[in-house]
């Protein structure tokens, strides 16, 4: 059976190592940082065989290089760089080290692990974004986050709420897994655009529960978000006079209102 084990990272991050029970072969979603992996990789005497990147910032990649000259031979699976793109200044270029550049529609496979993937592009908090969709999961990186979604630093609003109606359309009971911790503190922002919607304050008390016991708030389901998530509900009439009313103006597309409900979280709540 298939295992998808988080390694914490940084002060927030989720690595995502997937196994299967009777295997040492493991693949990597967004090695940011290779020390704690490594000690694991280690400890347990397990075997990575490939990388997948979300998209190209230094948290999602910093490790690739070490873990590539420990570990040579191993896929490497990620977006290619854009041009147009505007890395963060301490972005580390993995260029080198893609062996397999992937971009919307294509598909990955992982014979050692017998998975495949559907890679969806998802601009809007990079360029470059990719998920990968498959056995059920879909591995989203920054773009939506536990009952929020990442923030717009090369791509639009018009991008990112297209990317939400892509990642929308599959099917609900899909396991979302994002690479960071940020649940709890973005459910009381989804509460304050939406103070009446019942689903979130179930899900607080839920995620809360999970945290005190130490247990990941990730992965959620596509169908949990679409519940509570404002970033995934721009199309919900009580969202978009939520985001009306901050704005003090009307608003016409799905695409401004999630700008404004971004605008709204980015200036008032973080
Ligand atoms: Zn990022």
Redesign the pocket.
Known sequence: MLQIIPIPAFADNYIWMLQNDDSQQVVLVDPGDERKIMRFLEQESLQPVAIMIT?Q?Y??TGGVAALVKKYPGMKVISPDSIVSEKPLSIDLPIAEFITQPVSDGDQVEIAELGLQFTVLAIPG??LDHVAYYGQGMVFC??TVFGCGC?RLFSGSAEQMSASMDRLSALPAETRMYCAHEYTLDNIGFARWVEPDNQDIVARDNVELAKQEKGIPTIPSTLELELKTNPFMRFGKPEVKKAAEKYMGKALFTDAEVFAAIRAWKDQEYD
Do not use: N, Q
């Open positions: 998209h910032h948290d999602h908090h990079t990186g920054d990442g």
